[in-house]
C-alpha cells in the first residue's frame, strides 16, 4: 500500500468506529474504498466482501490478494474460497445462498459495496443482515444518501474525497432537451469518437447499453481506428480480455464497456468517456419482470462522466441533450421489479418479504401479486412458508418463473429440454445471430427447419452449429456450463447423453404448467401479439414468421418509447403454436356466436382467448350456455309468448316507478333476472319449460293494483292518428322524449294529443332531428 489514496485518511478513524457501529461510507470514485476497507476490516476478524458484479467481484479480489494468501472470491461456477480465507469478495446471490446455509456466522463484518446500485438481493441482504446482530455492517457508495441510510442503520457516516481532475463535459445533440436513445447509436458513436480523439492524449472508455452494440461497435471502429486496441469489457469476456482492459498497454485502447465500468473498477489511463446514455436495465411491466433498454439517471451519467479524471483533466462527450430531463437516482429494483425472487428468497431465510425493513417501503400491490404467484407455483403456502418445491426452485441458478417451468415438466424429456433452454435464456446475452445471406437461411433450415427460437436455442446448447448461425463460442460456454450444473442438481443426464427432444410433448407441458405465456396475433394488427393482459411484438431476430398465428413466449425484452409511444415489449424467444392446441388446452373462455341456430338447433360455439376468435363449433347447447340460450329465446319471443315482452315493459316500468321516488328497491335488468328464475325453478333444457306457467316468470314491481294508473300516466308506448311512439323517460331531469316508430303522418305530435305529464319538459325525436312538442 505504497500509494497514497484519498481514503487512507479516514484509516484510523474507520477502524475506531467499526468497533462501535454500523457504517456507511461515502467516497468518490476513485477513492479506494473498495481495495482499502476491505483489509482494514480484516484486522478485526473475518470479512464478506459482497459487489454487485461477477466481473468487479475477481478483479478486487485479484488486486487486493497480491502477494497475500488469505483473499478469495466465490461467483457461479467458481469457488475460491476456502477455510483460510479471510477476505473474501463474493456476489449477492451468493452471500444471500450462505446466509441460508448459514455460512456467515464464520464472518465478523459484512462490506456491501457499490450500494447506490440497489439492487433486490443487495437490499435483501441488507434487511436480514440488520434484523440480526451478528455482523457489523459497512455499506459504501459514491452517490448514496448517506445520512438516510446511516439512520436506518442506526449507524455512522463517513466521508472521503475522491481523487479526481477536472472533466469538460460537452453534449453531441443539436436539440438540447434530446434524450439518450438508440436510433443510430453507433454511427453518432463514431462521429463522436473521430471529432475528439486527436485532441487527446489517453485511453478512451466508452459507455454502451450491451453486448450487441458493443459488437456493433468494434466492427464499425475496427478499419477507423487501425492504430488504437479496441476492447470489450462486459459480464461475457474472458479473464484475458478483462485483464487487457483493466491493465495499462502501451498501445492507445479503446475500452467499449456496459455500466460494469461504471463503479468499483478502475480502468488506467483513461481521459476521454463517450457515454451513450443507456443501459439495459429490469422493470416490472404487466406483473413480469423484463429486461429493457433504458435511459441512465444523473448521477448514473455524473459516475460514468468521472472516469476521465481518474489521472490527468479529461473530457465527457455525452450523446444527447444538455437539458434532457433524466431520472435524478436510478429506481431500486425492488421499486420496480416484481417481488417473487425476493419473496422466495426471503422465504427460504424463515422470514416474510412484507415484514422486513427496507430502506424504501416496498410497493403493496407488488407484495399481493408476489404472493399470489409463488402460492400459484405451489413455492410458499397460504401464510408465506417456503415448501419443499420452494426451497428445490430457490436452488436453482436462475429466475424463478424458469426455475417452476422446469420443475413442472413431468417426464425426463421435457425436463432437460426446458434445463437447456432456460440456461441460454439466463446468461444475459443472445446467444447467437440470424444468418441473412440466402445461402446462410438454407443452411439454417436444413439443420433446424421448425421456426423456432426455443428449439433451435437447445439444439444450440446441445451440439455444433452451422457457421452461418454466427453462435458466440463463449456465450454457449457459458450457457452449456450452466445446463450442466441444473442438470447435475437435478440428477438429469449430461449434455453429451441429452435425450431426444419432442417438440410437441414439450410443448404441451409449457403449455399447462404456465398458461399465459401464450400469445395470439391481433386480427387487425398483426404484427402484435396479445395474452389478455400484455402485447408484444415479434423481435427482428426471432424465427417467428407471418404465417403461425400463435406463440409461447419465452423471453421478452423492452424498449423505451420515442415521444409519447409506450414502452414497445419485444418478444425474443417464441414457440410457435396453434390455436387448434390452445382451444385444446381450453385456453379462455366460451360463449355463444350471435349467428342464429342451424336446422338441427344447434348453435356455434366460440372461444375466446385475449379478445379474438381462436376456434368455434355447432353444437347443441347444454348447461350454462344452454339455459343462456333459453333466456335470450324467451326474450326474443321464441318461447313462452309473451313472457319476454312483458318482462321488459314490466322491468322498464319498475325503473321509472323508482326513479319517480314511488318506492325503495334496485332496477333489474331482464336478462339477468330471467336467468336467475330459471336457475332457481331447475331449467336445464327446453323441455323443462314445457312444464312452466307464464305466471311462474312474472316479475312482481310496481304494485298490480297501481299498475293501470301508473301506465295511464306513463305509458310506454303511444298511439296518435297515423303515428306510433315508444316513450323516453327522464326524471332527474324531467324530461320526455317521444320517439316515432312507424307511421304514415308527416306533422309533428301535437301537446295537447299527449298525456299531461304536468311539470315536465316534452320532446319529439325521429331519426336525428329532435324538436320541442308545443
Known amino acids: 500500500m505504497s500509494l497514497l489514496l ?190 475528439h480523439i486527436d485532441n487527446d492524449h489517453g485511453d478512451v472508455l466508452v459507455f454502451l447499453p450491451g453486448r450487441k452494440e458493443i459488437t456493433q461497435a468494434q466492427a464499425s471502429l475496427t478499419s477507423a481506428l487501425p492504430n488504437c486496441l479496441l476492447l470489450a469489457l462486459h459480464a461475457g469476456v474472458t479473464k484475458a480480455e478483462q485483464q487487457l482492459a483493466l491493465a495499462p498497454n502501451k498501445q492507445r485502447r479503446i475500452v467499449l464497456a456496459t455500466n460494469v465500468a461504471e463503479t468499483s473498477l478502475t480502468i488506467p489511463g483513461v481521459t476521454l468517456v463517450i457515454d451513450s446514455g443507456l443501459e439495459r436495465r429490469t422493470s416490472q411491466r404487466n406483473g413480469r419482470t423484463v429486461l429493457g433498454l433504458t435511459r441512465i439517471s444523473k448521477a448514473s451519467a455524473q459516475q460514468r462522466a468521472g472516469r476521465a479524471g481518474r489521472i490527468a483533466a479529461g473530457r465527457c462527450v455525452r450523446l444527447w441533450g444538455q437539458f434532457a430531463p433524466l431520472e435524478a437516482l436510478t429506481p431500486p429494483e425492488l421499486q420496480r421489479e416484481e417481488l417473487v425472487e425476493p419473496m422466495l428468497a426471503a422465504a427460504c431465510a424463515e422470514q416474510a418479504l412484507g415484514q422486513l425493513t427496507f430502506v424504501d417501503t416496498l410497493p403493496p400491490k407488488s407484495l399481493q401479486l408476489a404472493a399470489a404467484k409463488l402460492q400459484q407455483m405451489q413455492a410458499i403456502d397460504v401464510d408465506g412458508k417456503v415448501t419443499a418445491h420452494g426451497r428445490r ?6 429466475d424463478t418463473q424458469f426455475a417452476h417451468l422446469i420443475s413442472a415438466m413431468e417426464n425426463k424429456t421435457n425436463q432437460e429440454a426446458m434445463v437447456d433452454l432456460v440456461a441460454a435464456l439466463s446468461i444475459g446475452q443472445r446467444l447467437w445471430q440470424a444468418p441473412k445471406g440466402e445461402e446462410a437461411m438454407k443452411a439454417l433450415q436444413q439443420w433446424q427447419p421448425i421456426p423456432c427460437d426455443a428449439t433451435t436455442l437447445v439444439k444450440i446448447v446441445r451440439e455444433s452449429a452451422p457457421e452461418a448461425l454466427t ?44 398458461p399465459e405465456l401464450a400469445f395470439v396475433r391481433r386480427t387487425k394488427r ?39 409511444r409506450q414502452t414497445l415489449n419485444l418478444a425474443t424467444c417464441m414457440m410457435p403454436i396453434s390455436l387448434a392446441q390452445l382451444c385444446e388446452a381450453q385456453l379462455g373462455h366460451e360463449q355463444l356466436s350471435e349467428r342464429r341456430a342451424d336446422e338441427q338447433g344447434q348453435r356455434l360455439h366460440e372461444r375466446i382467448y385475449a379478445g379474438r376468435v381462436i376456434g368455434s363449433q355447432w353444437r347443441t347447447v347444454e348447461g350454462e350456455l344452454g339455459i343462456e340460450l333459453l333466456v335470450e329465446q324467451i326474450l326474443t319471443g321464441k318461447k313462452m309468448t309473451p313472457v319476454g315482452a312483458r318482462l321488459q315493459a314490466d322491468a322498464q316500468a319498475w325503473a321509472l316507478y323508482l326513479a319517480l321516488g314511488e318506492a325503495d328497491g334496485e332496477p333489474i335488468e331482464p336478462q339477468q333476472w330471467l336467468l336467475q328464475q330459471l336457475q332457481d325453478l331447475g331449467v336445464e333444457s327446453a323441455e323443462d319449460l314445457l312444464l312452466l306457467e307464464v305466471d311462474d316468470l312474472k316479475f312482481d314491481g310496481v304494485p298490480e293494483w297501481q299498475r293501470a294508473e ?37 306533422m309533428d305530435p301535437k301537446r295537447w294529443e299527449l298525456p299531461k305529464w304536468s311539470g315536465w319538459r316534452v320532446k319529439y325525436r325521429k331519426a336525428s332531428r329532435v324538436v320541442d312538442v308545443r
Open 471 to 514: 453462435v458466440d463460442a463463449n456465450m454457449r460456454a457459458e450457457a452449456r456450463q450452466m445446463a450442466q450444473q441444473i442438470r447435475s442438481t437435478l440428477n438429469l443426464p449430461q449434455l453429451q447423453a441429452a435425450s431426444y427432444l419432442d417438440r410437441p410433448s414439450w410443448l404441451a407441458a409449457i403449455l399447462a404448467a404456465m
Open 393 to 398: 426452485l430457490y436452488r436453482l441458478p436462475i
Open 526 to 564: 398483426r404484427e402484435a401479439l396479445g395474452n389478455g393482459s400484455v402485447e408484444v411484438s415479434p423481435s427482428r431476430d426471432t424465427r417467428f414468421n407471418d404465417e403461425a398465428e400463435a406463440a409461447l413466449v419465452l423471453d421478452q425484452f423492452a424498449l423505451p418509447g420515442r415521444g409519447v
Open 6 to 195: 484519498p481514503i487512507d485518511s479516514l484509516h484510523s478513524h474507520f477502524v475506531t468506529a467499526l468497533t462501535q457501529n454500523h457504517l456507511v461510507v461515502e467516497a468518490e470514485t476513485g477513492s479506494g474504498k473498495s481495495t482499502r476497507l476491505p483489509l482494514w476490516a480484516a484486522e478485526q476478524g473475518k470479512v464478506l466482501v459482497v459487489e454487485p458484479r461477477r466481473i468487479a467481484c475477481t478483479a478486487l479480489a485479484e488486486f487486493v490478494g497480491q502477494g497475500r494468501a488469505d483473499v478469495g472470491y466465490s461467483i457461479r461456477f467458481d469457488n475460491q474460497v476456502d477455510d483460510n480465507t479471510r477476505v473474501a469478495f463474493v456476489t449477492p446471490g451468493v452471500a444471500l445462498s450462505w446466509y441460508n446455509e448459514n455460512r456467515l456466522a464464520d464472518f465478523t463484518t459484512v462490506i456491501i459495496d457499490e450500494f447506490h446500485e440497489r439492487r433486490w438481493d443487495t437490499d435483501l441482504l441488507l434487511a436480514l443482515l440488520q434484523k440480526g446482530a451478528g455482523h457489523r455492517l459497512v455499506l459504501t457508495s459514491a452517490t448514496v444518501d448517506g445520512e438516510r441510510l446511516a439512520n436506518y442503520l442506526g449507524g455512522e457516516r463517513l466521508y472521503a474525497e475522491g481523487r479526481r481532475f477536472d472533466v469538460d463535459i460537452s453534449y453531441q445533440a443539436k436539440d438540447s432537451q434530446s434524450l439518450p436513445s438508440d436510433r443510430d447509436l453507433v454511427s453518432r458513436l463514431k462521429s463522436a469518437l473521430l471529432s
Open 710 to 746: 301508473f301506465e295511464q300516466r306513463f305509458p310506454q308506448q303511444l298511439t296518435l292518428a297515423e303515428l306510433k311512439l315508444t316513450v323516453e323517460y327522464q326524471p332527474r331531469g324531467k324530461l320526455v322524449t317521444v320517439v316515432y316508430a312507424s307511421g304514415r303522418r308527416k
